[in-house]
């Protein structure tokens, strides 16, 4: 299909989405996004704001699996992956699959389980694959963990580690809803559930596909270098302890091509790349002492080195 075609299928999917997730347009596109560029999402919010919501209408847009685990302190990996049971009647063990084997895995609240069971999303996310007693399994693909944690009740929790928030290609916030949005959200579910009625729009052979195509997308030189030069002063800013990794360009740039598709383009430009830096950098830099005390925060960094880096023009 050609650039046009994408972006119009892009736009349905977000609409159909939209019948049940009120006012969180760029949320949803940049989910969508991410879900081109093969990452994962950590939505970071207050309870009640449509975290999950999103998910199970995003799955039932594209047609995918969808799978839900509620993470607790006494949650283990083999509740999240699965386990081998013995059958009495072939005398063998039998693997019994977690709901990690779906399309759409909606970790909800990850930071309320220990770094162990956390820890045993890694390969997945990474490799697309998982290993229980020694035997590795494929995942279904596409792919996509949507994880939540509230970043304001932190009683009980086990913060993620920084190596595994690398993983996650975008840290999201909802927010909270206008004041007609909030009321459109009255309207709407004070009578029934909306999300009964979305239907499939797309399947994950067509998501496959648009992946695909994603990869064609252009780069020009101009744009790449603005890029990278945004990556390295993040290395180099005074509040910055530690600035993004290789593995943050590598994403960013995968991620803007992905961005590109989805507006209806097959190049990408600097706008792209400012729209797409604090959400996938952001998480992933580290602030110095003297800047944590002064409450500077990380997107605080993105604003200030987007400002200061000059802009290809041609």
Known sequence: MDAVEFSRKIVTVEDNIGKAVVGKDQVVELVLTA?????????????????????????????????????????????????????????????????????????????????RTQSSLLEAMEERQFTVDGVTRRLKEPFLVLATQNPVEMEGTFPLPEAQLDRFLMRVKLGYPHLEEERSILHRFGTGSPLEEIKPVLNAEEILAMREQVKSVNVDESVENYMLTVIRE?????????????????????????????????????????????????????????????????????????????????
């Open 35 to 115: 879900l081109l560029a093969g990452g994962h999402v950590l939505l970071e919010d207050v309870p009640g704001v449509g975290k999950t919501l999103m998910a199970k209408a995003l799955a039932r847009s594209l047609n995918l699996d969808f799978r839900r685990i509620q993470f607790t302190p006494d949650l283990l990996p083999a509740d999240v992956l699965g386990v081998n049971i013995y059958s009495q009647k072939t005398g063998e063990f039998v693997f019994n699959p977690g709901p990690i084997m779906t399309n759409i895995l909606l970790a909800d609240e990850i930071n309320r389980a220990t770094p």
């Open 234 to 314: 993040t290395r180099n800013h005074p509040a910055v302890k530690l600035g993004a990794s290789p593995r943050a360009s590598l994403l960013l740039y995968k991620c803007a091509k992905a961005f590109a598709a989805v507006k209806g383009r097959d190049y990408v430009i600097p706008d792209d790349i400012k729209h797409l830096a604090g959400p996938v950098l952001s998480h992933r830099l580290i602030l110095n002492y003297e800047s944590q005390l002064k409450s500077y925060r990380p997107e605080d960094v993105i604003t200030d080195i987007l400002e200061k880096t000059p802009v290809p023009v041609e």
